[in-house]
Nanobody, 120 residues
Framework: VQLVESGGGLVQPGGSLRLSCAAS????????MSWVRQAPGKGLEWVSA????????YYAESMKGRFTISRDNAKNTLYLQMNSLKSEDTAVYYC??????????????WGQGTQVTVSS
């Protein structure tokens, strides 16, 4: 199993980024997937989850209306569109495979993470 995130970078407050997570080594459309982040000096924070077919999506309260999770099962890729970014969104963002289908873990595989920095 391999999960490879990309798309992070430096963005100004109010800006947007789109993260991608390329999955391989398992049947992608059999599993729910999640995004989890870790801000500097803080613990892991669940961001969002999506069901196996994309029919159900879930968000942490502070991300609702700003972030959109999606997936393309034909491309084995998970996405996170992040708009109206704030300095407090600065973190390493990880995608995670969810074998339980519950959306909030526990997860059995994680990517290496991609750094998002929101700063002027």
């Amino acid at each position: 199993v391999q999960l490879v995130e990309s798309g992070g970078g430096l963005v100004q407050p109010g800006g947007s980024l789109r993260l991608s997570c390329a999955a391989s080594g398992f049947t992608f459309d059999d599993y729910a997937m999640s995004w989890v982040r870790q801000a500097p000096g803080k613990g892991l924070e669940w961001v969002s989850a999506i069901s196996w077919n994309g029919g159900s999506t879930y968000y942490a309260e502070s991300m609702k209306g700003r972030f959109t999770i999606s997936r393309d099962n034909a491309k084995n890729t998970l996405y996170l569109q992040m708009n109206s970014l704030k300095s407090e969104d600065t973190a390493v963002y990880y995608c995670a495979k969810d074998p339980t289908g519950l959306g909030v873990g526990p997860y059995d595989y994680w990517g290496q993470g991609t750094q998002v920095t929101v700063s002027s």
